[in-house]
């Protein structure tokens, strides 16, 4: 075969490309909103996206990067990785929350603004994150003693 042979593209690659395209795509749609804005609604709008910026580097990564460091502490090593991600998902969305956690905007006026018990969400939430994160290292050591993926290799 010449070097002039097709090359074919791997899946992943495609996947990748496919996926970023889209997000592309999203981005310059939400572009176009935001410049439809008025003054005022886009300085709040880039306020409130500051405001995020600042609450998760003053708040959230140092409170994540403290819990890590105690669960490296007193934590087996089996259960970090699990027990970390699951911190981090849980901070994340309880920063995203706290606006409907403390009922912020709520009106006494218009009963369909924060209409349901978003504390009874977040603490559904917050068991399913803490029992995945408690049950994926068992299962990983499950796999692995059974001669699973990550088990070690006989000779």
């Known amino acids: 075969m010449s070097g002039s042979a097709s090359r074919r593209v791997r ?3 495609a996947v990748r490309a496919v ?8 981005a310059a749609y ?3 909103l935001l410049l439809g804005l008025d003054g005022a609604d886009l300085l709040d709008t880039v306020l409130w996206m500051a405001g995020g910026v600042v609450l998760h580097d003053a708040v959230v990564a140092p409170l ?3 819990a890590t460091v105690l669960l490296v502490r007193v934590v087996p090593a089996s259960w970090r990785t699990s027990l970390t991600v699951g911190l981090v998902v849980l901070l ?4 995203t929350a706290v606006p ?3 009922r912020f905007g709520a009106r006494s006026d218009n009963p369909t603004l ?7 969400g977040w603490l559904l939430l917050a068991a399913a994150v803490l029992l995945l994160a408690l049950v994926v290292p068992v299962v990983a050591r499950r796999v692995r003693a059974a001669g699973g993926p990550g088990a070690p290799r006989r000779r």
């Open 64 to 66: 994540t990067v403290l």
């Open 100 to 102: 409907v956690l403390g």
């Open 92 to 95: 994340g969305v309880t920063a």
């Open 19 to 26: 996926v970023g395209l889209l997000g592309l795509a999203a």
């Open 30 to 32: 939400g572009a176009v």
């Open 11 to 13: 899946p992943e690659v």
């Open 114 to 120: 924060l209409d349901r018990d978003y504390t009874g």
